[in-house]
């Protein structure tokens, strides 16, 4: 791969197709699932996709993020919405690692009680 390259391939109509005809079955039970998930129901469908939007950026899918960023903005978000569930998400981001130091911390006490409490 040289530095040229993208990191990830473009999305094209052909990719999808190819994945569709590759198994047929789940690739239409997930177009389903992903429009039910995202229909207007208990929330609305810009909450869903302010929601989705964050959760990309846990989950660093660069499609996902473009996706549903557009999604957001589709039904309504404004930029400072868009941010903010950014700002959300990289919080909740950081505050899974500080609450899992909980088993670093842990690990060094027991190691510490093993070699007689130093």
């Given amino acids: 791969m040289s530095e040229?390259?993208?990191m990830y391939p473009v999305g094209t109509k052909a990719v999808a197709e190819q994945r569709k005809n590759l198994a047929p079955g789940p690739a239409a039970a997930f177009k389903e699932?992903?429009?039910s998930v995202f229909a207007e129901g208990a929330l609305p469908a810009k909450t869903k996709q302010l929601i989705?939007?964050?959760?990309?950026?846990?989950t660093q899918c660069p499609y996902c993020i473009r996706g549903h960023t557009s999604g957001a903005l589709q039904h309504g978000a404004t930029a400072e919405e868009i941010m903010e569930a950014i700002w959300v998400a990289a919080e909740m981001r950081a505050g899974g690692a500080y609450a899992h130091s909980t088993l670093a911390l842990d690990e060094i006490a027991r190691k510490k009680?093993?070699?007689?409490g130093d």
């Fill in 52 to 58: 989705a939007v964050a959760v990309a950026h846990v």
């Fill in 33 to 35: 699932f992903s429009r």
């Fill in 4 to 6: 040229q390259e993208p």
């Fill in 113 to 116: 009680a093993e070699k007689g």
